[in-house]
């Protein structure tokens, strides 16, 4: 685990299961109908217990049709040690030439933007489109960094933990916050 301090604000990251751990909020690499799915989404919605975080989802889903890529909602955390779960959904690599950079800047900025609108202090991202959505980890890495950092020093939250799954994704993020930050 390392830390890097702003202002009046800390950013973490580390390895461990984002699911088992104690936020205000997770935030949840979600898909556009909200339905669940493998990776981070799937875990997220095992631990919160699926049949209730898919009824908050399902509704969410009936009022707006679909969550687009870099947008953001809210629900409960359930069954989580967290209190609530932020749902987001990074863009799909097709080669950088489709926004996908400013949709994955979108997706953390509109996460932090929704925690500050809710109060909430200390917020736990994974690696948003860096699994089956096939962004490249560093070019992912130095965008969500670059844009937390303006989060915390625009004081939107206190805390903003990386919780990365695997030595590899791990070190290549910590690689890159200190060659940013």
């Known amino acids: ?5 702003f202002t009046d604000g800390q950013l973490i990251i580390r390895q461990d299961d984002i699911t088992a751990l104690k936020f205000d909020a997770i935030v949840n690499a979600a898909n556009s109908r909200l339905a669940g799915g493998g990776g981070v ?7 919160a217990g699926y049949v209730e975080l898919q ?10 049709g679909s969550l687009p890529p870099g947008e953001a909602i809210i629900t409960p955390g359930f069954n989580l040690p967290s209190a609530h779960i932020i749902h987001t959904v990074g863009p799909i690599w097709r080669g950088g030439t489709n926004n996908e950079p400013r949709l994955l800047e979108n997706a953390y900025s509109n996460c932090l933007r929704l925690a500050h609108e809710h109060a909430i202090q200390t917020i736990a991202f994974p690696a948003i489109s860096c699994g089956v959505y096939g962004y490249p980890v560093k070019d992912a890495a130095r965008i969500a960094l670059l844009t937390i950092q303006k989060g915390l020093e625009a004081e939107l939250v206190n805390e903003v933990t990386m919780v990365l799954h695997g030595d590899t ?3 290549t993020w910590i690689d890159v916050a200190n060659d940013i930050l």
């Open 55 to 64: 009824g908050a989802c399902q509704e969410i889903i009936r009022t707006i």
């Open 41 to 47: 989404d799937g875990a997220i919605h095992r631990r």
């Open 169 to 171: 994704a791990y070190t």
């Open 1 to 5: 685990m390392q830390i890097w301090n």
